[in-house]
C-alpha cells in the first residue's frame, strides 16, 4: 500500500536501530569501514551492490536521507551532495560532454546561470538559454545534438512557472533528457517526474531542510539515469556531503510537509497584503489569481510554497530601509528556512552580472520584475506579525 507525504518525509529511509533499539537514527561519521575481507582499491575494482568502504564512496547516514529524497519524488534513487550547487554542477558535468548541447531557462538561481553561461562551454558545451515558460521557444532551441533540456519552476527569482509534461514531450522527442530544478516548489508542491522528468535538483539548503543551518543538495531519477553520477562524478569530482547534515537535514525532511502547508497559508495572506498595498506596484506569487501563470500553477503544482516575490517604485532605497529597520524579518539572501528572509534582487545587476537577456527575453524579464523585485521567502511565523513588520517599515 503507497504511504502517505506525510508519512514517508518522517518513516522512509529510516528503522530502528538493530543493535541498541535507537529509534532516531545514528550519525555515522566515520570516514572508513572495516572490512569482512580484501577488496579493491578503486570503485571501479566493484560490481553491483557495494559495501560501504569509504564515505565519499558512500555513507550510511547519507544514504538513508537519499533514500527518503526518492521516496518523497516518487523516484528509484537519490544522490545527496554538499550543496545545491555541488548537485547542479556535478549533474552537468556527469552527463553532458564536448560537442553537446543545452538548452536551459534563461532565468534560474544566479550560479546555475553563471555556471551554464561561463564555465560549460570552456568544456565544449553548447548551452543555449530560452524563456522556458515559451513552449514553442524551447522547441525551437532544441536541435539534433542536445543531450538535455534544465529548467527550473518556480523560477528564481521572478516566479515564473514552465509547462513541465510538455517541456519532457520536446525534450523526449530529441532524445534529451530533462532536468528539473525544484527547489522552490519541494516534492510537496511538485514531483517533476510524475510529468515526464528524467532528474530532480534539490538546494537541500532550502526548504528540504528548512532550518537555515545545513548545506546540502540533491539529484534525483532512476538508478539507470543516476549511476554514471553515482559511480563516477560523486566519488572523482567530490561534491559529497557530510553526514553530520545528511542527519540534520532529514531531521529537517521529516516535517517538510507540515511547515510547507503553513508556509503557504502564511505566504497567501502576505502576497494578498502586499497586493492591496498602495505602494506595492506588483506581487508575484502563484498562489494569487493575478500571477499571469495561476492556471498552470493550479494544475502542477498542489501548493503554492512560500516565496513571494514583490515591486516597489524606489526598492532600491526601501532595500536600505528594510535592512535596518524590519524587526522580525531577516535581511539576508538565502531561502525555505523557518525564519522569513527578504533580499533586493536589482533588475539592472541581474542582466550584467548573471543572466546577460537583452531584447525581447530582457523585456519579458522586466514584464515580471521590473527594475528590481523583493525575494520574500516567507517563514513560519505568525501572518499578522509579518504584516505588521511590512507595514510599518512601508508607510
Known amino acids: 500500500m503507497a504511504k502517505g507525504p506525510r508519512t514517508l518525509a518522517v518513516h522512509a529511509g529510516e528503522q530502528p536501530d538493530p543493535a541498541t533499539g535507537a529509534s532516531a537514527p545514528n550519525i555515522v561519521m566515520s570516514t572508513t569501514f572495516a572490512l569482512d575481507e580484501p577488496a579493491g582499491f578503486s570503485i571501479n575494482d566493484f560490481d553491483g551492490e557495494r559495501p560501504y568502504v569509504y564515505t565519499r564512496w558512500g555513507n550510511p547516514t547519507v544514504n538513508q536521507l537519499e533514500v527518503k529524497l526518492a521516496a518523497l519524488e516518487g523516484a528509484e534513487d537519490a544522490i545527496a551532495f554538499g550543496s545545491g550547487m555541488a548537485a547542479t554542477t556535478t549533474m552537468l558535468l556527469a552527463l553532458l560532454e564536448s560537442g553537446d548541447h543545452l538548452v536551459i531557462s534563461n532565468v534560474n538561481y544566479a550560479g546555475t546561470a553563471e555556471f551554464v553561461r561561463k564555465t560549460l562551454p570552456k568544456y565544449g558545451i553548447e548551452v543555449t538559454p530560452v524563456d522556458s515558460s515559451d513552449i514553442e521557444a524551447v522547441r525551437a532551441a532544441v536541435r539534433p545534438g542536445t543531450k538535455m533540456v534544465f529548467v527550473e519552476t518556480p523560477a528564481n527569482p521572478i516566479l515564473r512557472l514552465t ?21 522552490f516548489a519541494t516534492p510537496v508542491a511538485t514531483q517533476p517526474i510524475a510529468f515526464g522528468a528524467d532528474l530532480v535538483v534539490h538546494s537541500l539548503t532550502k526548504y528540504i531542510g528548512g532550518h537555515g543551518d545545513a548545506l546540502g543538495g540533491a539529484v534525483i531519477g532512476s538508478e539507470a539515469v543516476l549511476q554514471p553520477i553515482r559511480d563516477d562524478a560523486l566519488v572523482h569530482l567530490g561534491g559529497v556531503m557530510s ?23 502564511t505566504a497567501l495572506q502576505v502576497a494578498a497584503f502586499l497586493e492591496d498595498h498602495p505602494r506595492v ?46 524587526e522580525i524579518i531577516h535581511y539576508a539572501v538565502s531561502l525555505g528556512h523557518q525564519r522569513s528572509l527578504i533580499y533586493w534582487i536589482d533588475s539592472a545587476a541581474m542582466m550584467d552580472s548573471v543572466f546577460h537577456l537583452s531584447g525581447d527575453a530582457r523585456a519579458v524579464y522586466e514584464s515580471f520584475a521590473g527594475q528590481g523585485v523583493f525575494r520574500f521567502s516567507v517563514g513560519l511565523e505568525d501572518a499578522d506579525d509579518l504584516i505588521d513588520d511590512l507595514e510599518r517599515v512601508l508607510d
Open 163 to 183: 509547462d513541465l509534461s510538455q517541456v519532457a514531450a520536446i525534450a523526449h522527442e530529441a532524445g534529451a533528457l530533462l532536468a528539473v530544478d525544484s527547489t
Open 281 to 326: 506596484d506588483g506581487v508575484l506569487y502563484p498562489g494569487l489569481q493575478s500571477h499571469p501563470q495561476h492556471d498552470l500553477a493550479r494544475l502542477q503544482m498542489s501548493n503554492y510554497s512560500g516565496m513571494v516575490s514583490f515591486r516597489l517604485a524606489n526598492g532600491g532605497a526601501m532595500a536600505e530601509r528594510f535592512a535596518k529597520e524590519l
Open 243 to 265: 553526514p553530520f547534515n545528511a542527519w540534520l537535514i532529514n531531521r529537517g525532511a521529516a516535517t517538510l510537509p507540515i511547515r510547507m502547508r503553513a508556509h503557504e497559508e
